[in-house]
């Protein structure tokens, strides 16, 4: 078994220990950090995804995987930064104006990384102004709003308005999520895109990014 | 017939003259707007509680028949409980709380809606032993004897009042947060998230047990969870089933031993697939149904388990937001239910800001309408 299968397959049982261990291996052996990220921790991550996505494995075993995944990239980080690997793209994230709630917010920044996207994460209780001023100041592709209550979803429609008076509207794409969400919502407001859940939510990201 | 009587005939498929018009409370903020738009007496708009005076008073202004959350407690927490600390205040004005489950969460003034959680404090065999185990102990000071001996002659007569009998992992869930919950199953000691769920599950028993064992007598139990999000549970099936539906069974069995027949439990979110563990080990009332962005369970869990599968809820009470076309339109759907039997619509959960006052008047005299 190759040594990406092994980080791969530890990933996707969220085996913290054994994946620093062998992200650590890998770089001593001389292999490049790009390809020990995407063939290896990336790759782990794309299939717990998946498997996110039919209902296979829960929150837990996401959480789990994220966490292992984590372990190897801190040790990778210099080394692609050394190596200049670029990221999949750039999105910020958080959870809007008047809501505390971020678990599912969380759950698409794992996810989005896990797909080798570079997440700012602004945290909860983000203003409008705060989306679009990080979407400027740190050229994201992608805006991306998460929301648990049905009194707060409605700020995801003053983050499309802010970024229309700020005339980025045509460079920054925006998705929206959370539990009260819907499709004919996004619509409705005139956001670019919906996702149901996380690892759909990354697989839109990274489209987006393209 | 009084409320108690329509609504237990109604759940064991008899004759009642009419649906009681049935709430599940609401959200602090809907009571200060109603008193802001003078709906309500301003005392009626602060410290809200299920079925106090003050609720009861609430039901006479607007026309319900009663909050079905109208049950019975033993103190089955962990005890005693941590003391509050706040632990910094944020740049932004939010404050870091320890709170008294042992779970930092981040509060913001001003901000009505579930804080979000920082950091927890059990995440270990160590920290379990010495700081939760000795708190999820049974002592009979957990369970007010004398008030349940007497509880039979000084109850309300007139609705049906419950004992609430806990909650296998909701409250788990509460006292490690969503993500140390998650990092528990899968902690080096295989065996320590379950030991934490039978350590638990044990003490809640035993207050049942003493509940019970007093002769007080109920009209059905009831179970809070809210283990479920909009995709499903927080946690695998499987799982699930093996950590929990032993102590379900247990509870429930014990209930039924006592003459309780209806065992109703508390989870928002998509709960088909744990239900069949529920159903299975005695749960049989599904509670409050929230509708959310998927629709309606209820229709499917009767067509999958049958008669045995009751509910009271189920009706979407975002339709109280907007106008009386989509109240109307919400109770023609209901009607369907109703007419299948065993069910009682509920608004799915707590009425929230912006409903109109106007409309839920409309909503509990309309429903009151439907026929049988």
């Known amino acids: ?210 | 017939m009084t409320n108690r009587e329509r609504a237990m005939n109604i759940l064991h498929y008899k004759d009642a003259d009419r649906l009681p018009a049935v709430h599940f409370g609401y959200w602090v903020e809907l009571l200060r707007e109603w008193a802001e738009q003078g709906k309500i007496p301003q005392d009626l708009a602060w410290g809200y509680m299920d079925s106090t005076e003050q609720d009861k008073e609430l039901d006479r202004i607007i026309g319900w028949d009663f909050n079905w959350c109208c049950t019975e407690y033993t103190n089955n927490a962990i005890y005693p409980k941590f003391e509050e600390k706040e632990l910094e205040i944020m740049p932004d004005g939010s404050r870091r709380v320890l709170n008294n489950l042992g779970v930092i969460e981040r509060i913001k003034p001003g901000i009505a809606s579930i804080p979000s959680e920082d950091d927890y404090t059990l995440k270990d065999r160590e920290v379990f032993e010495t700081l939760y185990k000795p708190r999820m102990q049974y002592f009979p000071d957990r369970v007010d004897l004398e008030y349940f001996k007497s509880f039979n002659e000084k109850r309300d007569q007139t609705r049906p009042v419950g004992l609430h009998i806990g909650s296998v992992l909701g409250s788990i869930r509460d006292m490690t947060s969503v993500v140390g919950m998650s990092y528990l199953m899968y902690d080096e000691d295989e065996d320590l998230f379950a030991d934490i769920i039978d350590n638990f599950a044990e003490m809640q028993y035993q207050c049942v047990k003493a509940a019970l064992e007093t002769g007080a007598k109920f009209d059905f139990a009831h179970y809070w969870e809210d283990i479920c999000f909009k995709n499903g549970p927080l946690l695998s099936p499987e799982i699930f089933d093996e950590l929990c539906a032993k102590h379900y069974k247990k509870r429930n069995d014990l209930c039924r031993e006592y003459g309780i027949d209806i065992i109703s439990l508390d989870c928002d979110g998509v709960t088909e697939k744990l239900l069949p563990t529920w159903f299975e080990n005695g749960v049989n009332t599904m509670f409050p149904i929230e509708i959310g962005v998927w629709g309606d369970q209820f229709e499917a869990a009767r067509n999958e388990f049958g008669r045995g599968m009751l509910g009271v809820g189920g009706m979407d009470k975002t339709a109280l937001r907007r106008d009386k076309a989509a109240v109307d339109a919400e109770i023609e759907r209901l009607k369907r239910l109703v007419a299948m039997g065993g069910f009682i619509p509920c608004p799915d959960h707590r009425l929230m800001p912006g409903t109109k006052f106007e409309l839920v008047q409309y909503y509990a005299e309309e429903i009151k309408k439907i026929k049988l």
Not at chain 1, 168 to 191: L, N, S, W
């Open chain 1, 1 to 210: 078994m190759s040594i990406y299968l092994e980080i791969s397959e530890n990933v996707q049982c969220g085996k913290a220990k054994i994946v620093k261990e062998l992200v650590q291996k890998a770089i001593d052996n001389g292999l490049p950090a790009a390809q020990i990220l995407n063939e290896g921790l990336i790759s782990g991550m794309n299939v717990i995804g998946e498997k996110f996505k039919n209902n296979e494995v829960y929150v837990p075993e996401v959480l789990i995987a994220a966490r292992a995944m984590d372990t190897g990239v801190k040790i990778l980080k210099p080394l692609l930064i050394e190596d200049g690997v670029q990221s999949t793209g750039k999105v910020c994230i958080g959870t809007v104006q008047g809501d505390m709630h971020d678990i599912g917010k969380n759950l698409v920044k794992m996810m989005m990384e896990g797909k080798g996207i570079e997440v700012i994460d602004l945290g909860t209780d983000v203003s409008p102004k705060t989306f679009v001023d990080t979407a400027i100041e740190h050229n994201c592709q992608v805006i991306c709003c998460s929301a648990l209550l049905t009194t707060t979803m409605e700020v995801m429609g003053d983050v499309v308005k802010e970024a229309e008076r700020a005339g980025i509207r045509d460079k920054v794409k925006i998705m929206v999520g959370g539990a009260p969400v819907t499709e004919e919502f996004c619509k409705q407001i005139g956001a670019d895109k919906y996702t149901s859940d996380a690892a759909s939510a990354a697989d839109a990201a990274v489209e987006l990014c393209r």
